[in-house]
């Protein structure tokens, strides 16, 4: 899934940044509550169930209008209204003054419309991606974009609209993100089970905070940070473990708590909460380098510490110190434990994070102990009134307990920044607020309220103006309502790639040798065919996974692994490097969508998958290899052909075995078995430390290259170089655009593809001003 917020402001922004940018809080309040925000989420006004929020657009710099609204995922527009024109008549209906202190105010409300639906993946169990289905609303708008109609397919980032007036206030829009009840079991990965009759604290809606988790989490889908349940069984030490099998000779912890991991940007960062989810203490994890650069040599130093490895592999160890757990079907021992020195309110300590009773989990599976919770406990399930006493009791003040009881009370709470943070993370279920056929079901209960029977008329004649009998029956079941900022800024976490958004980052023309001499040319047609290409079909998934085991999860490290691997493999065509008949490495050529080139890395990449290698053979292998290179440095060129003859397989000692496992990685179809062209990329991408290069601040530089068909544009960057060179030319990567580098313009125009499907950079024009949303003279690859 790949998603944005509605607006997407220009300038460099942290990711945290970026997203209070591009949705900023409503700055108005309603007028009579004390403060509580207007159109705030998941209640507003009158504690009413509000299914959205208020959000301003952004002004654009030097106040030349405001940033238009875009799509935040990849859809297809399933309902669409243009609003009509404004108009100051004091009985139409948009001109009702909802929060005016003057009773016949005149405020304009707009009602342009678009409904998305969103098909994306989040995951997959074996083969079948993990599919869901939610729906982005956009209400309020002054205009929609030219050509945008119900059965339109958009993608992520193309404006679709303007924002209008909500009651007077300009530049706004309402929006929502929502649900039907099957896509929200598959999107948090769990039932929704709200039993409250047998629960001594009402405030435990759907799952205990504190309840012991029965078994580990979903593994069909895992992003984000990684947390384990400790139980007060879990071994403990003070000193660090001199063992990485599991003893009985350890303290145990004699408390619940519970640990995550989050791994960015090298950084491994540790945090302690009780069994409540408070949090105890924060620590990072730098001894003495940045931990989750190393990852790949801590796994190896543990594999190697064993006494008897016959039952372990350093890739197991791998996904135990990345996930908690061994997702994969590397060996790991059954008693391997995973100590790790964690903080507590005490100091610190170290734990086996795999021991008795632990249970791990990923920010997919939406904890209630990180705040996650649904409510659906409304007895008025169908009117706009916010009946829900497990609401009520989130937001009441603790030390008031008859505000439980007062609407006016609880409203006035909404503002405050403690309620606020409670409330990111609820999920719940109300009707939808814009369906005009179902308005006086949803309201009736106002015309109580209302004293004098003319301000009803008033009330409803807006209700019906702001609201549409037409609305298609899929949204109208999707009454699951998330925090749309908390569910955006959730899943730019997952990072898993639908088939949709796999197939735009094949460029549609590339570019092949230097600036002073290069072909501009389309890619092949059988490497774009999207039906039969196997990099669109069997492939995928084994790359999302290899992207999620080695943490190549952020837009730049994956723009920097496909910017080198769509070139690698000729634009997708082939996974088996064809060089030149007299390389002296042939028959260990490149394989793989990083290709492994020299027998030395396929036998590394097979150690560390624990697979056992013939010791007879590697040795015999190696003195081929050592005695190949050195008849190709032979002055003598004629002498130094003859080289790739000490490798060919009849003389090497390669076994039939070996063999298959090589040509396994540069197959063409994804076959069940453990060894594929993905995980041997990310496997490189690992021990060669390629993260660290890909996450140095991107600076795009614009240059030019002489085609075929005259000047073209390409885009390129010091960190993408520095990460290119780490994994093709290691010697080089302090060289800046060094020419011994192969094909780097070629690598560039991939890498600048896939930056402008995955991420939000914007490209420098001929000035030099980054105003450009796709890489210029080139056109995205998008489903009609």
Request: proline share 7%; net charge neutral.
């Amino acid at each position: 899934m790949l998603i944005s917020p509605p607006f997407l402001p220009q300038g460099s922004y942290t990711e945290e940044g970026f997203l209070n940018a591009a949705m900023p809080p409503p700055i108005s309040t309603v007028s009579g509550t004390g403060g509580a925000p207007e159109g705030s989420f998941p209640v507003s006004g009158g504690f009413e169930w509000h299914n959205g929020l208020h959000l301003d657009s952004p002004i654009l710099p030097h106040g030349y209008g405001c940033l238009p609204v875009c799509a935040i995922a990849d859809g297809v527009v399933v309902y669409a209204k243009p609003p009509p024109q404004e108009c100051t008549e004091l009985n139409h209906g948009q001109t009702y003054g909802a929060f005016s202190d003057e009773k016949d105010a005149v405020t304009w409300t707009d009602t342009g419309m678009l409904v998305l639906a969103h098909t994306t993946e989040i995951g997959a169990s074996g083969h079948t991606p993990t599919t869901v289905t939610f729906y982005s609303a956009y209400m309020h708008l002054s205009q929609l974009a030219p050509g945008i109609v119900a059965g339109k397919k958009v993608a992520r980032k193309e404006v679709i609209g303007q924002g209008g007036q909500i009651y007077g206030h300009r530049r706004q829009i309402h929006f929502e993100i929502c649900c039907d009840d099957a896509n929200l079991q598959k999107l948090i990965g769990r039932k929704i089970v709200n039993d409250y009759s047998n629960i001594a604290d009402p405030l435990r809606a759907w799952q205990a905070v504190d309840q012991v988790p029965p078994e580990d989490g979903r593994s069909d889908s895992v992003f984000g940070q990684i947390h384990i349940y400790l139980s007060d069984k879990t071994p403990v030490r003070s000193n660090p473990p001199t063992s990485h099998r599991r003893s009985g000779d350890n303290k145990t912890l004699d408390q619940v708590l519970w640990v995550s991991i989050a791994y960015q940007q090298g950084r491994s960062i540790l945090t302690t909460r009780d069994k409540y989810g408070q949090v105890v203490a924060s620590r990072e994890e730098k001894e003495p380098e940045q931990f989750e650069y190393k990852l790949y040599k801590t796994a190896s130093e543990r594999h190697a510490s064993l006494t008897d490895a016959s039952d372990s592999s350093p890739s197991g160890w791998y996904e135990l110190l990345r996930f908690g757990r061994n997702l994969g079907r590397d060996p790991l021992p059954a008693d391997a434990a995973h100590w790790r020195k964690i903080p507590t309110a005490d100091g610190e300590l170290w734990a086996d994070l795999n021991g008795p009773g632990t249970r791990k989990f990923s920010d997919a599976d939406c904890l209630p102990v990180m705040g996650w919770n649904c409510y659906d406990d409304d007895p008025s399930p169908n009117d706009q009134r916010c009946d829900s006493r497990q609401m009520k009791l989130l937001v009441r003040d603790p030390a008031d307990p008859e505000s439980l009881l007062d609407r006016v009370k609880l409203a006035a709470r909404l503002g405050k920044p403690e309620v606020r943070a409670k409330l990111r993370r609820t999920i719940c279920k109300a009707p939808c607020e814009w369906d005009r056929n179902t308005v006086t079901k949803r309201y009736g209960w106002v015309r109580e309220e209302f004293g004098n029977p003319d301000d009803w008329t008033r009330f409803e004649r807006h209700l019906l103006a702001t609201s549409f009998d037409d609305l298609p029956q899929e949204y109208l079941d999707a009454q699951w309502h998330f925090h749309p900022h908390e569910f955006i800024a959730h899943f730019r976490q997952c990072g898993w790639l639908s088939e949709r958004e796999f197939k735009q980052l094949l460029p549609i023309n590339v570019l092949r040798g230097t600036e002073k001499a290069a072909v501009w040319e389309p890619v092949p047609k059988p490497n774009a065919n999207e039906i039969s290409n196997p990099v669109f079909t069997y492939h995928r998934i084994p790359l999302n996974k290899t992207f999620r085991k080695y943490c190549i999860n952020t837009p730049q490290r994956m723009a920097a692994f496909f910017g080198n691997s769509i070139q690698e493999t000729t634009w997708w065509g082939e996974l088996y490097e064809t060089p030149e008949p007299s390389a002296w490495y042939i028959p260990w050529n490149g394989r793989g969508f990083l290709q492994l080139t020299h027998a030395s890395n396929y036998i590394q990449y097979w150690k560390f998958r624990g697979i056992a290698i013939d010791d007879k053979a590697e040795t015999s292998l190696i003195a081929a290899t050592k005695k190949a290179k050195e008849i190709w440095n032979n002055k003598n060129r004629e002498i130094a052909k003859t080289a790739n003859t000490y490798l060919a397989d009849e003389v090497s000692g390669v076994t039939p075995q070996m063999k298959d496992w090589r040509n396994l990685i540069g197959n063409r179809r994804d076959i069940p078995v453990a060894i594929n062209a993905a995980d041997s990329a990310g496997a490189y991408w690992a021990w060669m430390g390629m993260a660290r290069y890909a996450d140095q601040p991107i600076v795009i530089e614009r240059r030019s290259a002489q085609t075929n068909f005259g000047s073209k544009i390409y885009y390129r960057s010091p960190a993408f170089w520095q990460a290119s060179a780490c994994v093709n030319l290691p010697a080089t990567v302090n060289f800046l655009y060094d020419h011994r580098l192969n094909g780097f313009v070629d690598r560039c125009v991939a890498w600048a593809q896939a930056l402008a499907v995955l991420a939000e950079n914007r490209f420098p024009d001929a000035q030099g001003k980054l105003t450009l949303d796709y890489p210029e003279g080139h056109t995205p690859r998008r489903e009609k």
